[in-house]
């Protein structure tokens, strides 16, 4: 079956650089959400989209930004990075209409490490 | 304020039922215990979830107690895959987001 795709697995940039993270959803999933996880941290919740519009926000920096496009993959852009940005970066993908059912599908997630 | 409670680590034998114990004594009524595991670095995984009655699938079984106030997650043969941060999140299901606090290493032994 299909999974949630990110792309891409691994990154590496320097301070003050722009990153771009992608997200394809699992077909027919309207829903996409952003995590970051930091070395011995749990995810954290940074983003999310339903049907292109943005949904929830959580702690995420004024430094990013995302969007989710009408073939309903999604980008998280990261600019003037700095070194606590390096990070495990996940996607996560639902329908909407299934979320009672709490079942979130992740990705592999997108490794950022920034020199 | 955390809205659960879990130890902050765990051993369980290979072939042994894995039992994690969740605290959730402030879960409103329209809340459900959702599960999940994240194995190192991998994306989190979906375990099992409910609202009061006991649940079971493939992968584990969920018993919460008459007053919903905690909640244990069982494997009941856990293997060395098993090996994990396990995570118990109470939500209404009607957020668009899933937050995580701070789970359980398990860790499965020969």
């Known amino acids: 079956a299909a999974g949630v795709i990110q792309s891409p697995r691994h990154l590496i940039k320097e301070k003050r650089e722009t990153a771009t993270l992608k997200c394809y959803p699992i077909p027919r999933h309207d829903t996409v959400y952003w995590y970051q996880q930091g070395p011995g941290q749990d995810p954290q919740f940074l983003i999310s989209f339903y049907e292109k519009m943005q949904s929830d926000k959580g702690s995420i920096p004024d430094r990013f930004s995302a969007q989710q496009f009408s073939d309903y993959h999604s980008e998280l852009n990261m600019s003037s990075l700095e070194l606590g940005d390096s990070a495990l970066y996940f996607c996560?993908?639902?329908?909407?209409?299934?979320?009672?059912?709490?079942?979130?599908?992740f990705g592999e997630g997108s490794r950022l490490t920034v020199l | 304020d955390a809205k659960t409670t879990q130890p902050t680590s765990m051993d369980c034998a290979e072939g042994r039922a894995a039992n994690l114990p969740c605290n959730h004594s402030t879960i409103s009524g329209n809340e459900y215990v959702y599960w999940y595991r994240q194995i190192h670095s991998q994306g989190p995984q979906y375990i099992i979830h409910?609202?009061?009655n006991n649940e079971t699938n493939e992968m584990a079984s969920l018993i919460i107690t008459e007053d919903r106030k905690s909640s244990t997650l069982i494997l009941p043969h856990a293997t060395l895959r098993d090996t994990a941060v396990y995570y118990c999140?109470?939500?209404?299901?009607?957020?668009?987001?899933?937050?995580f606090g701070t789970g359980t290493r398990l860790q499965v032994t020969l």
């Open positions: 999140i109470v939500d209404t299901g009607t957020a668009s987001k899933l937050t």
């Open positions: 409910g609202l009061k």
């Open positions: 996560a993908s639902s329908l909407v209409s299934g979320w009672i059912s709490g079942e979130l599908f």
